[in-house]
């Protein structure tokens, strides 16, 4: 009897359905008996060999079979679905309360720090920040500063000259050894009133130790106007330093050499490491030097074509890793680029 056999196809199919762990098992067992080719079809192509009559009677206990059986399996599926989910969960289970990974934020280098807070402070006081070339001609960073070739003030410059051997007329670029040459590049540039701040790297062919690199950094300042004394660069320059170090360090005018400025002078503030005592960080004197500074030579007004009757200006240049030695109490200037992240993680804002 067909009816029999589809009970029992139905009995087998069921307790199959309960066997299938897996969705893939479970995908196997509909082709086995739900199937174009499966075991429920083989069956009912049986269906033609039976009596007309009975024909509609098995086929309605086949049809109630089939869809008893899709139920049944999507009743699985649906279990298997679920139990596969929870164990995906499981696994890959976030625990959102657990601190996040720290990500290496980069900062900021004491050096741009420092700049940063210089060139706003002259900002502050009228100043324009511009920038010039690092690689220099003679001309703008000795002889228009009124250093000509054979002036033994060449000395105070130990130089990296671009192309080795021959005199210094037959290789005429170097590295700039101050960013004085850009006194120079704005007066050509501009005519007065100038007011301009420049920060830069520079260069020297000479020893390192505790207060003296080989590259490292100047803010330099030009003024340029009718009328401006003496009086105007002290100004200038004590406003700076209380900006900079506030109103209770001490600061130190001495009279200087610099060929391009007469009067010539440089500006000292008391070591703030040692409080004036004396230490490594000031060698021993108290104060540590932070700028050259004087009235612009009439020499180098004439070089530009202003005329000394008339225009005055004065000039400053200083070292802000030698600023940033003071402000933070850091006693070797090496440190600056010896590129040692225990040092440097020390400035990050
Ligand atoms: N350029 C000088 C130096 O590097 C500093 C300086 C600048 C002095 C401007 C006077 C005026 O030593």
New binding site residues.
């Given amino acids: 009897m067909i009816t029999t056999e589809l009970e029992q196809l139905r009995a087998e199919a069921l307790a199959s359905l309960e066997q299938a762990e897996t969705l893939d098992a479970l995908r196997e067992w509909r082709v086995t008996y739900l199937g174009r080719r499966g075991r429920l079809t083989q069956v009912l192509r049986q269906l033609g060999t039976i009596p007309p009559e009975e024909r509609p009677r098995v086929g309605a206990v086949a049809n109630r079979i089939k869809d008893e059986l899709e139920a049944a399996y999507e009743a699985r599926e649906a279990v298997l679905k679920e139990a596969a989910l929870a164990v995906t969960l499981a696994a890959e289970r976030v625990d959102v309360t657990l601190p996040g990974r720290p990500v290496d934020l980069g900062g900021y280098h004491p050096t741009t720090l420092v700049l940063r807070e210089i060139t706003s402070a002259f900002a502050e006081l009228g100043f324009q920040v511009v920038e010039g070339p690092e690689v220099e001609w003679d001309y703008y960073n000795f002889e228009a500063l009124n250093i000509p070739r054979d002036h033994p003030a060449r000395d ?2 130990n130089s990296f000259w671009l192309t080795p051997g021959g005199t210094e007329a037959e290789r005429p670029m170097l590295l700039r ?4 040459p850009m ?1 120079i590049r704005v007066m050509e540039k501009f005519r007065p009133p100038i007011r301009v701040v420049v920060p830069g790297r ?1 260069y020297r062919y000479e020893a390192t130790d505790a207060t003296h690199e080989s590259m490292f950094y ?1 803010f ?1 300042g030009l003024a340029v106007d009718e009328g401006l004394t003496f009086a105007d660069l002290k100004g200038t320059l004590y406003a700076f330093a209380r900006m900079l170090f506030g109103p209770e360090r001490r600061v130190r005018f001495r009279c200087d050499y ?1 060929p ?2 007469e009067p ?1 002078c440089d500006m000292s503030i008391d070591c703030s490491h040692c409080g004036g005592q004396g230490c490594r960080v000031c060698g021993g004197s108290g104060w540590i030097e932070i ?4 009235m612009v030579h009439p020499q180098v007004l004439r070089n530009v074509g202003l005329d000394p009757d008339r225009y005055q200006g004065f ?3 200083g070292g802000p890793e030698r600023v940033a030695m003071l402000k933070y109490g850091i006693e070797d200037i090496r440190h600056f680029y010896a590129n040692d992240l225990r040092f440097l993680r020390q400035f990050r804002w």
């Fill in positions: 105070m410059w050894t101050h960013t004085s006194q520079c100047q330099e610099f391009f400025v010539g700028m050259g500074a004087g000039a400053f240049g």
